[in-house]
């Protein structure tokens, strides 16, 4: 290894999430709901090179294997992001993430008015659309800082 390398340990089982938009490293914490609480083991790197978008971050997750759900909303925050799964510290899977057509029960209406903000047993559902997210509900856009309305509940 060159001194111009980067040097990132491995982990033995979980999720390696790469090419994460430079500066969204944080926002991926939120959406999988790693606030440090409950003593997850987590590295980071951000901000560095990268030859496919040249600044990037990267986020690797011990003992976690990310739902389908969870890989949806980061593709809107990471449209370029790499998902690998790692078992004893090798990558069994590599898969590029894909922007859903629709995000369901992940994120909340920004409208307080919204059934689904609501004593209603209706969970959200977004539409994905090149200009952001739209409410099938109510109708509200999202247009970005879309880690901002992540269902907590």
Known sequence: ?????LRVSKIRNGTVIDHVTAGQALNVLAILGIDGSAGESVSIGMNVPSGRIARKD????????????????????APEATINIVR??????????????????????????????????????FSVLPEGLRCEYCGTFIREAFADHIDAS
């Open 88 to 125: 004893d510290y090798e990558v069994v899977e590599k898969n590029r993430v894909e922007r859903p057509d629709r995000v369901v029960g992940v994120l909340s209406c920004p409208n307080h008015n919204c059934i689904t903000n609501a004593d209603e047993p209706i969970g959200s559902e």
């Open 1 to 5: 290894m060159t001194e111009h390398e």
């Open 58 to 77: 990267i986020v690797k997750v011990e003992d976690r294997e990310l739902s389908q759900s969870e890989v949806d909303v980061l593709s809107l925050i």
